[in-house]
């Protein structure tokens, strides 16, 4: 932030500066740089540009620490530069931007001050951060301390890097300097502290006697910090006092750069991680989802918005083909044709919660599932899975909702490269990733894609993503904690499955609550369907072999209990009628009147649903919405066309002698038609 152009209420807390011990990190790193920022203006045009450019190559991150000689300066960027390992961080250190002693100067070291501005080139000092914040490497020279001179021949190549460090006592003392500089710590160590290090490095490291110390010291050492270190503490953004000892300081400066770097950063790491382009609209809804007070209904509204965003985003990876069309003016236009080949797979259970937004983006689409358990405390982990069988041929979007050790996502991911799906041929969808899993499975899987719409800053120590949205499938209602027992059937091994039941559930409102509840004015009802998101119990499924393919039914899971009734519950509940039940009649083989369209050849007739967004006609001999005897007349009808060679209806040449057949089942007449 430029000096001239700061606000009264900044210049009055950075004036504070040289009485104030501790962190001062409000508005801090949103302070570019740049000497051009208008300072009403200041926070919200960095963050927006911090969030319009999460993808655009960023500027490497200026952090200048300064603080008294012995102060632990170097220490504290030490400890910073081991917890960045993550990134790519360079240190430059002011001393060695000391001038070189001339002859003359060399005779009368002893009058030398060290301490003051003029004793380093600073425009040179000036010259190598400029170019290192614009990429480019830089000679650094190398000074030695005992003979006060810089080496002649020898330099340290300084590359480009994520993360500058730049460390010295006078670093804060030019405001050009100070300008490059996103963030400023002082080390504000005792003056007795620094005093007896002092005399321990320069005796026992430079080789000096202590009476040239202390002189030094007395003569230039202290007035020149008096005169140009301390004033230069009010520029700070944070001051650590304790130096190296203070942990608690250098966790949160850290945490602090990781969040500004973490997800420009792992991208650079891993090239097929893609973050989608954060706007403010995303940051928005990521902070209601993220809120502990969330209601659940909001909680599903928006993050099945972002779901929906990030499965866009990865369909934007899939292959495409060109396609031309011809406009309604005649002309035409170049477009791509949609992969074809593809399908969903989610990690049961939180990635059911994705399922809807995909097939919200992908009309008809396949969506296979895999559950990993655990058995027991001895963490024997129990795979079982339900995937489309040509799986192999298809990309796979691979769906859970949060990244965060990585362990689950690979053994998905090793169950799919087991069934024969190319690596490079996943994509993992996510809405929050932990970098431990981003590093989990990309080290492991380097051309399986991920996208996400953030990452996080880290796992605490129970594994959990912080600052991350809790557990997402316990803010999901009615995706209930599965136990071994209540797994989607789909799921389970053969040898387990039960007999399919018929569950009859009633719902009803007894009269004397229809009676006493208000009856104006007239309720408007609530849209049932559209207003939240769908989410499918595991514990009640349809297990139609044809579901999917065929458009009859839309929902194969959470069938006892769907959303509407919960819908209709709390309607209910809202005109003061508290004992309502649902009833949804039998699940599985209620339906006794069915329209089937019949297509396909003499040889071999189609009878059945047509497949969701098209006029093909799916076969559903084993369809379990139909009573038995529906099926049993099907197939019947299907020998008799074929014996009989009556030709089954051609939709596109208009041909063909049946076209449709309706079947009745009147159970009370014991009778079909
Ligand atoms: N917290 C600390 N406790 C003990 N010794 C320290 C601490 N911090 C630094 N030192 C020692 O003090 C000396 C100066 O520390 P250094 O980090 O090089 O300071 P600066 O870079 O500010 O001159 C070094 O010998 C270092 O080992
Ligand atoms: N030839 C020199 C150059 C510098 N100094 C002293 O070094 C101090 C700065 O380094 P820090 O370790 O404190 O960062 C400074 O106070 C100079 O007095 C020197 O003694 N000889």
């Not at 190549?157 to 006592?169: C, P, T, W």
């Not at 509204?301 to 985003?313: A, C, G, K, Q, T």
């Not at 939709?651 to 076209?659: K, S």
Request: glycine share 6%; charged share 20%; aromatic share 6%.
């Amino acid at each position: 932030m430029p000096e001239e152009t700061i606000s009264i209420d900044y210049v009055m807390e950075k004036a504070s500066g040289p009485h104030f011990s501790g962190l001062r990190l409000d508005g801090l790193l949103s302070s570019p740089p740049s000497s051009t920022a208008s300072p009403s203006h200041c926070s919200a045009s960095a963050s927006s540009s911090a969030l319009s450019d999460s993808n655009a190559p960023k500027q490497p991150f200026v952090i200048g620490v300064s603080g008294g000689t012995a102060s632990g300066k170097t220490t504290v960027c030490d400890m910073i530069i081991q917890e960045l390992h993550d990134h790519r961080v360079v240190l430059v250190n002011q001393d060695s931007f000391y001038r070189g002693l001339t002859p003359e100067e060399s005779k009368r070291v002893h009058e030398y001050n060290f301490d003051h501005p003029d004793a380093f080139d600073t425009e040179q000092l000036l010259d190598c951060i400029q170019k290192l914040r614009g990429g480019q490497s830089y000679q650094v020279p190398i000074y030695d301390f005992k003979n006060h001179h810089r080496s002649s021949e020898s330099f340290r190549q300084v590359n480009a890097s994520d993360v500058i460090i730049l460390e010295g006592i006078l670093v804060f003392h030019d405001q050009r300097v100070r300008n490059l500089m996103n963030m400023k710590i002082f080390v504000d160590t005792d003056a007795d502290v620094r005093l007896a290090r002092r005399i321990r490095r320069d005796t026992v490291e430079r080789g000096r006697d202590i009476n040239s110390v202390l002189e030094q010291y007395a003569k230039f050492v202290k007035p020149a910090f008096d005169d140009f270190v301390l004033p230069s503490k009010k520029y700070a953004d944070v001051i650590i006092p304790r130096g190296g000892d203070n942990h608690v300081a250098i966790d949160l400066i850290v945490q602090h750069i990781h969040t500004k770097l973490g997800q420009h950063d792992l991208c650079k790491i891993y090239p097929n991680v893609h973050v989608i382009q954060s706007t403010f609209q995303i940051r928005g809804m990521h902070t209601l989802i993220r809120d502990a007070e969330i209601s659940k209904h909001d909680f599903v509204f928006y993050s099945d918005r972002l779901i929906r965003l990030v499965v866009e985003h990865g369909l934007g990876h899939l292959p495409f083909t060109e396609k031309q069309v011809v406009t309604p003016t005649g002309s035409v236009y170049t477009g791509v044709d949609f992969c074809k080949k593809l399908c969903g797979v989610s990690i049961v259970r939180s990635g059911e919660s994705m399922e809807n937004a995909l097939r919200a983006c992908c009309k008809g689409i396949k969506i296979g599932k895999i559950l990993i358990h655990r058995d027991g405390d001895k963490g024997k982990q129990l795979i079982y899975e339900k995937l489309p069988k040509d799986i192999s041929e298809r990309h796979v979007l691979l769906l859970d909702p949060v990244l965060a050790t990585g362990n689950s996502a690979n053994q998905a991911i090793e169950l799919l490269i087991q069934k024969g799906v190319p690596e490079c041929h996943i994509i993992f969808l996510n809405l929050i990733s932990a970098p431990e899993g981003i590093h989990c499975v990309c080290k492991r899987f380097p051309s399986l894609k991920i996208v996400t719409s953030e990452i996080d800053v880290a796992l605490n120590e129970e594994f959990r993503v912080i600052p991350g949205m809790g557990e997402f499938g316990d803010r999901i209602p009615s995706l209930h904690s599965p136990s071994i027992s209540q797994m989607p059937l789909c799921l389970l091994p053969n040898r387990l499955l039960p007999l399919p039941s018929c569950p009859l559930i009633t719902c009803h409102a007894s009269p004397a609550a229809l009676r006493s509840s208000p009856s104006s004015p007239p309720p408007t009802l609530p849209n049932l369907l559209n207003n939240t998101t769908p989410v499918p119990s595991l514990s009640c499924a349809l297990q139609c072999p044809h579901f999917q393919s065929c458009s009859g039914c839309t929902h194969e899971l959470n069938l006892h209990r769907p959303i509407i009734v919960d819908e209709a519950d709390q309607f209910f509940k809202s005109l003061g009628v508290s004992d309502f039940d649902f009833d949804s009649g039998r699940l599985w083989g209620w339906r006794s009147r069915a329209k089937l369209a019949v297509r396909g050849s003499s040889m071999k007739p189609l009878i059945g649903l047509y497949e969701e967004g098209t006029h093909n006609v799916v076969d559903i001999p084993h369809c379990k919405a139909h009573h038995p005897n529906i099926n049993a007349a099907v197939e019947l009808l299907r020998q008799g066309v074929t014996k009989l060679n009556i030709e089954p209806y051609d939709e596109d040449e208009g041909t063909g002698e049946l076209r449709y057949v309706q079947v009745l089942n009147e159970i009370n007449k014991q009778k079909l038609k």
